[in-house]
């Protein structure tokens, strides 16, 4: 689990792990820390040790997370009481990810399953299968649409209000974790070293890149000035250089 920062409460989220026989091998909790202090602010317990990425809504109002207990939850942010909690088909191990105005988040499980919840109740509008397993995605939503990845090199667009799939584009090689969100385009990289670049509204790959002899198990990350990636391989950190 990586944190997830709020800056106007001044604290982080994050989920953890400990030992037990609780689900899949143990126990895991959310937990607030003060950012500056580490103080534990609150912790709220699951059944399940908790891999995914708290997310926290544009507006602030809502923080939500997976666990491996089988379910995602809903919790107020400032003292971490679960407003709602629902269950899942499969674990989700990735980020949520909310739309622009706070009112929806969708989440993708392990085994492909791409969902929307109404994020005041927790409600489900739809939820969709894209056919392969995504072990730890990280799904963006935008101006409407649902953009999500598969571990067999699939990116598939989904529209926000029913699910409906808009295109899938394929790209060579095994995609580990999630897109890359710029401007007009998403940045994708496949974990044999494959960076591919494709156009929102219909999924065109724009570019193909290959970085040699590098194997990549986490997201890119891009300079929006320079267009300069920086990519976490297995040969330590590179700063590519392509024309986006």
Same mark, same amino acid.
């Given at each position: ?30 937990? $607030? *820390?003060?950012? *500056?202090?580490?103080?534990?602010? /609150?912790?709220? !317990? ?11 809504? &544009? $507006?602030?109002?809502?923080? =939500? ?7 995602? @939850?809903?919790? #107020? &942010? ?13 674990? =989700? ?35 969709? #299968?894209?056919?392969?397993?995504? !072990? ?27 699910? #409906?799939?808009? /295109? ?12 890359? #969100? ?11 070293? @494959?960076? $591919? ?26 300079? !929006? ?5 920086? =990519? ?7 700063? @590519?250089?392509?024309?986006?």
């Amino acid at each position: 689990s990586s944190p997830c920062i709020d800056v106007l409460r001044n604290c982080l989220y994050v989920g953890t792990e400990h030992s037990g026989l609780g689900m899949l091998y143990g126990k895991g909790d959310f937990v $607030a *820390l003060n950012l *500056l202090t580490g103080e534990e602010i /609150w912790r709220t !317990p699951t059944e399940g040790m908790v891999p995914c990425s708290p997310a926290l809504s &544009p $507006a602030g109002s809502l923080l =939500v997370c997976g666990s491996n207990d089988f379910h995602i @939850y809903g919790l #107020n &942010p400032d003292n971490g009481t679960v407003l709602w909690r629902l269950p899942t088909k499969g674990t =989700v191990k990735g980020r949520a990810a909310f739309s622009e105005d706070s009112s929806i988040v969708c989440a993708v499980s392990e085994t492909g399953w791409v969902s929307a919840h109404m994020a005041a109740s927790g409600d489900q509008m739809w939820h969709r #299968n894209i056919g392969e397993r995504s !072990p730890h995605c990280f799904a963006i939503v935008e101006q409407g649409r649902v953009f999500t990845t598969s571990s067999k090199g699939m990116v598939v667009c989904l529209n926000l209000l029913n699910g #409906n799939i808009e /295109w899938i584009t394929q790209i060579r090689g095994e995609i580990g974790w999630g897109i890359t #969100n710029l401007e007009t385009t998403l940045l994708v990289n496949s974990t044999d070293g @494959y960076v $591919a670049t494709l156009d929102k509204i219909t999924g065109t790959k724009q570019s193909v890149d290959r970085i040699p002899g590098v194997f990549t198990y986490q997201p890119l990350t891009c300079d !929006p000035n320079t267009k300069n990636v920086v =990519v976490p391989t297995s040969k330590g950190i590179l700063c @590519y250089g392509t024309d986006l």
